[in-house]
């Protein structure tokens, strides 16, 4: 751009002296070519320049493109893993889940098996007791019921165990305190037959006092006292028909649960949240 400047001003001086000799015109006639030829590689380069701009831009823009594509499928992978996550999760929670179920229902398995056996056993060690009419061994909601007709055990409206009852109860007990890991409720049973006295002003006092009294011959007989306990129902639980003299003997009774074992059915209950 100095060269073409500077020729030209040379030029123009030239002209302005009216005086051109003719080496000099060939020589600003060949530094004008030159010139030109400098603006056509100078507008050469800048043609080259702004194509390799606008290939760069070109470049920038389906970088972004890409880079705004492979953002999409990090989005869409990082979905993905979260939802196999959860999936995972839940299969895993579902499977410890089943496998508590199945500790459970082996627990009870053995459960059952065990108070299957037990009750085996009382039939079997109780058997001419059972024979004689005395008492009946049954499995009754999961449960090992003993009972014991009150007729077998006390006199009407007492609560002391006669005789023959202190010899069944002897028996019972015998086989009772083998088992000192299992608990039992002594529960007292009786007609609708109303009571009043001062001693007895109904009869749950009287169907507790006698279950009492049975739990304490267990105990002298050697079942350990932490394992059993006493319950009086009075006349609300009848197995039979009150109506009848046969059923309201039914009623009275004294039945000697074996209570299942309580460890498994907690196993059961929700947890409460503190």
């Given at each position: 751009?100095?060269?073409?400047?500077?020729?030209?001003?040379?030029?123009?001086?030239?002209?302005?002296?009216?005086?051109?000799?003719?080496?000099?015109?060939?020589?600003?006639?060949?530094?004008?070519?030159?010139?030109?030829?400098?603006?056509?590689?100078?507008?050469?380069?800048?043609?080259?320049?702004?194509?390799?701009?606008?290939?760069?831009?070109?470049?920038?823009?389906?970088?972004?493109?890409?880079?705004?594509?492979?953002?999409?499928q990090?989005?869409?992978?990082?979905?993905?893993?979260?939802?196999?996550?959860?999936?995972?999760?839940?299969?895993?929670?579902?499977?410890?889940?089943?496998?508590?179920?199945?500790e459970?229902?082996?627990?009870?398995?053995e459960?059952?098996?065990?108070?299957?056996?037990?009750?085996?056993?009382?039939?079997?060690?109780?058997?001419?007791?059972?024979?004689?009419?005395?008492?009946t061994?049954?499995?009754?909601?999961?449960?090992?019921?003993?009972?014991?007709?009150?007729n077998?055990?006390?006199?009407?409206?007492?609560?002391?165990?006669?005789?023959?009852?202190?010899?069944?109860?002897?028996?019972?007990?015998?086989?009772?305190?083998?088992?000192?890991?299992?608990?039992?409720?002594?529960?007292?049973?009786t007609?609708?037959?109303?009571?009043?006295?001062?001693?007895?002003?109904?009869?749950?006092?009287?169907?507790?006092?006698r279950?009492?009294?049975v739990?304490?011959?267990?105990?002298?007989?050697?079942?350990?006292?932490?394992?059993v306990?006493?319950?009086?129902?009075?006349?609300?639980?009848?197995?039979?028909d009150?109506?009848t003299?046969?059923g309201?003997?039914?009623?009275?009774?004294?039945?000697?649960?074996?209570?299942?074992?309580?460890?498994?059915?907690?196993?059961?209950?929700?947890?409460?949240?503190?």
């Amino acid at each position: 751009m100095r060269v073409a400047l500077f020729t030209t001003l040379t030029l123009a001086a030239l002209l302005s002296t009216g005086c051109v000799t003719k080496g000099t015109h060939e020589f600003t006639l060949q530094e004008l070519a030159e010139t030109k030829s400098s603006l056509g590689d100078a507008e050469k380069t800048i043609s080259q320049q702004q194509g390799m701009i606008e290939d760069n831009s070109a470049e920038i823009r389906r970088t972004k493109e890409e880079l705004a594509e492979l953002q999409r499928q990090k989005a869409l992978l990082e979905d993905g893993y979260a939802e196999a996550q959860y999936r995972l999760d839940d299969s895993t929670d579902r499977l410890n889940e089943s496998k508590s179920q199945l500790e459970k229902m082996r627990q009870i398995e053995e459960e059952t098996k065990k108070r299957n056996e037990i009750y085996a056993r009382f039939v079997s060690e109780l058997q001419k007791m059972i024979d004689g009419g005395q008492l009946t061994v049954s499995i009754e909601q999961g449960r090992i019921v003993i009972n014991l007709p009150n007729n077998v055990l006390f006199a009407s409206g007492h609560t002391s165990v006669n005789a023959a009852g202190q010899g069944a109860l002897k028996q019972i007990g015998s086989v009772l305190k083998e088992f000192s890991d299992r608990r039992f409720q002594i529960e007292g049973h009786t007609d609708n037959v109303p009571i009043k006295s001062t001693r007895f002003p109904s009869n749950w006092e009287l169907s507790t006092a006698r279950a009492l009294s049975v739990v304490h011959l267990m105990v002298a007989e050697g079942v350990r006292p932490e394992n059993v306990s006493a319950a009086g129902f009075g006349e609300f639980q009848p197995r039979a028909d009150n109506e009848t003299k046969e059923g309201q003997a039914l009623n009275r009774r004294i039945e000697i649960i074996m209570l299942p074992d309580l460890d498994i059915l907690s196993n059961e209950l929700p947890k409460v949240a503190q």
